[in-house]
T-cell receptor, first 111, second 110 residues
Framework: NAGVTQTPKFQVLKTGQSMTLQCAQD?????MYWYRQDPGMGLRLIYY???????DKGEVPNGYNVSRLNKREFSLRLESAAPSQTSVYFC??????????FGAGTRLSVL | AQRVTQPEKLLSVFKGAPVELKCNYS??????LFWYVQYSRQRLQLLLR??SRESIKGFTADLNKGETSFHLKKPFAQEEDSAMYYC????????????FGSGTRLLVRP
């Protein structure tokens, strides 16, 4: 009964390095989302995928790319990490309703 | 503009005291409103949604369209209620994406 699984849990990068955050859900949900959580700012939507094969920008997409690999998996890529991308990243999914189910998060530090 | 405002960063109360976490929103339409909670070292999870009109863990929230508010209330706070609380809205389009407030940390002291 995994729900939404994110990997890795922690990551430290140097400025300019690239990495991909992985997210998978086993609830057969159509929609998936990537958020970042920063102190005092709540969660802000980076990208989302309303259904398999589609992706759209959210509120803060600059510096990120996404891939909806299949219905289960939605990855977030940082091509050239910057210190401003230091944050906690959450993946979420939702089915036919509006309730979203969240992963445990990835804590990313960019030095 | 679509926005969710939670004016309090931190709310500290004693055990047994009433709690009200404030949430105001702006949205041109009829959104769905939610409260999500994040306990220490746990993932974000849904607490309640206005459509359900239910009480979860003693918490209730009433949508006031005139005041565009969705305040979260509990008559008697417990120590285990200490957590980060986020108000969120969904615009009911097909993406079901959420707009979150900045969150309120509730600290219930013994």
């Amino acid at each position: 009964n995994a729900g939404v699984t994110q990997t890795p849990k922690f990551q430290v990068l140097k400025t300019g390095q690239s990495m991909t955050l992985q997210c998978a859900q086993d609830m057969n949900h159509n929609s998936m989302y990537w958020y970042r959580q920063d102190p005092g700012m709540g969660l802000r939507l980076i990208y989302y995928s309303a259904s398999e094969g589609t992706t759209d920008k959210g509120e803060v997409p600059n510096g990120y790319n996404v891939s909806r690999l299949n219905k289960r998996e939605f990855s977030l890529r940082l091509e050239s990490a910057a210190p401003s991308q230091t944050s906690v990243y959450f993946c979420a999914s939702s089915g036919s309703g509006t309730t979203q189910y969240f992963g445990a998060g990835t804590r990313l530090s960019v030095l | 503009a679509q926005r969710v405002t939670q004016p309090e960063k931190l709310l500290s109360v004693f055990k047994g005291a009433p709690v009200e976490l404030k949430c105001n929103y702006s949205y041109s339409g009829s959104p769905e409103l939610f409260w999500y909670v994040q306990y220490s070292r746990q993932r974000l999870q849904l607490l309640l949604r206005h459509i359900s009109r239910e009480s979860i863990k003693g918490f209730t929230a009433d949508l006031n369209k005139g005041e565009t508010s969705f305040h979260l209330k509990k008559p008697f706070a417990q120590e285990e209620d200490s957590a980060m609380y986020y108000c969120a809205l969904s615009g009911m389009d097909s993406s079901y994406k959420l707009i979150f407030g900045s969150g309120t940390r509730l600290l219930v002291r013994p």
